[in-house]
């Protein structure tokens, strides 16, 4: 058992089995609020275990322990038109709704997930047109998401960069499937890639090969 003791007077506030797990602690056990029989607190059980004195900033700001770490940003994009060329468009809140129900199927399994921020967007690019007069370029535009954040110190900072990898991936992969997609594109850290749908094609795929070639020469 570990014991936590009031800052201010020191006095005994409870008694807690240690915390072994490498999930978010609330998600094992809530925050408690605590108050000292001598009239100090309420203290959250955080605030206890670092028992330090803790600067304010402007109307009584505070750093939150445990808060501060190495950014470990990432960014999941995912098309909002499904299929290739004038497939159905998808709404925003249909990718989000899917990325809730991802967070809360982990949290049901007390699993670690992550959190972001949903941003619409809009992809551009140019590609090839072969016809019987030539080659011509033209542009594609099309709407996407980006369900970007950071591993979350706070809550998830025993996750490894490879445990981090692993749950983009299967979040990437709920969120392409939620919107049709046949590619969907990550990033984390310095590193980025793309997750295709099995036993899929995509029209860029041969042109890629094509600019490729036509780069060497
Ligand atoms: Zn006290």
Redesign the pocket.
């Known amino acids: 058992m570990e014991e936590y003791f009031?800052p201010?007077?020191k006095?005994k506030l409870l008694e807690l089995p240690p915390y072994e797990g490498k999930f978010p602690s609330w998600l094992v056990a809530p925050p408690l609020n605590y108050e000292?029989p001598?009239g100090?607190g309420p203290f959250w059980k955080f605030e206890v275990l670092q028992e330090k004195d803790f600067r304010c900033f402007g109307e009584g700001y505070r750093e939150v322990p445990g808060s501060a770490g190495q950014v470990r940003e990432f960014v999941i994009t995912v098309g909002l038109v499904s299929g290739y060329e004038g497939g159905e468009p998808v709404s925003t809140g249909k990718v989000g709704d899917a990325a809730c129900e991802w967070m809360i199927k982990k949290a049901r399994d007390k699993k670690p997930f992550l959190t972001g921020v949903l941003s619409p967007g809009e992809v551009l690019y140019s590609f090839p047109i072969t016809s019987d007069s030539g080659e011509s370029w033209t542009v594609g535009r099309e709407p996407v998401v980006k369900f970007s954040g950071e591993v979350v110190p706070l809550y998830n900072s025993s996750l490894t960069d490879g445990e981090v990898i692993e749950l983009l991936n299967d979040l990437a992969a709920t969120l392409g499937e939620a919107a049709g997609q046949v590619r969907v594109y990550l990033r984390y850290l310095d590193k980025v890639w793309i997750l295709q749908k099995k036993g899929s094609k995509t029209p860029q795929e041969d042109m890629t090969r094509a600019s490729l070639s036509y780069e060497k020469e």
């Open positions: 009031c201010k007077c006095e000292c001598h100090h």
